[in-house]
């Protein structure tokens, strides 16, 4: 089973692809990727300048030996196997990982004022830990906080915009050029 698909074919026009919950999408012609309600959830934004092919994985676990099952029906639902899922989807597409920019926008403390479990940082943690054992570092970034994200990725461009509880909306800047 895939949770990964391509953007729909030009006779199926659509303004955006939306990406659920433990969810990822490739976009190969330049609609627009979006996930809403980032909590403790961690959105990785990928994008490839030179071929504008963008995915878009939205994790809401860190480690994939929490629910082996789980994770092999699913494995956009865990930040090990979701973002090696990611990386293998967008090379099948003509994207291989030395030529994407990475964001990330999520992670925030939202249920629990005393961080007993503190899933935010824990799967923010665990992304940032398999996408450098990838090879990949991370370009710009808008996470922990207490507010709840929405991210949109948009693979003409490249821009990554975040809306934030409250209204509050803005660019993550890269970190290098692209």
């Known amino acids: 089973m895939s949770a990964f698909s391509a953007a729909p074919r030009a006779s199926e026009p659509r ?6 919950i433990s969810d990822g999408k490739v976009s190969v012609d330049g609609t627009p990727l979006v996930t809403y309600a980032l909590g403790s959830c961690v959105a990785v934004c990928a994008f490839n300048a030179a071929s504008k092919v963008a995915g878009l994985l939205h994790i ?3 480690d994939s030996s929490l629910d082996l099952r789980k994770a092999a029906d699913n494995p956009c639902m ?6 090696a899922y ?10 291989p990982p030395k030529g994407l920019s990475i964001r990330l926008a ?20 665990a992304v940032r830990k398999s996408l450098w ?9 808008a996470v922990g906080g207490e507010v709840s994200r929405t991210v949109r990725l948009d693979p003409s461009s490249g821009r990554v915009v975040v809306r934030e509880g409250g209204g509050r909306e803005f660019e993550i ?6």
């Open 133 to 141: 054992k990838a090879g990949l570092m991370v370009d710009g970034e």
């Open 86 to 95: 990611l990386l293998a989807e967008l090379s099948r597409r003509g994207s």
């Open 15 to 20: 303004s955006q692809i939306v990406v659920g």
């Open 173 to 178: 800047p890269l970190k290098r050029k692209l």
């Open 78 to 83: 865990f930040a090990d196997t979701g973002v």
């Open 60 to 62: 809401m676990l860190p």
């Open 106 to 125: 999520g992670g925030a403390q939202v249920m629990n004022d005393a961080g007993l479990f503190s899933i935010g940082k824990r799967n923010y943690t």
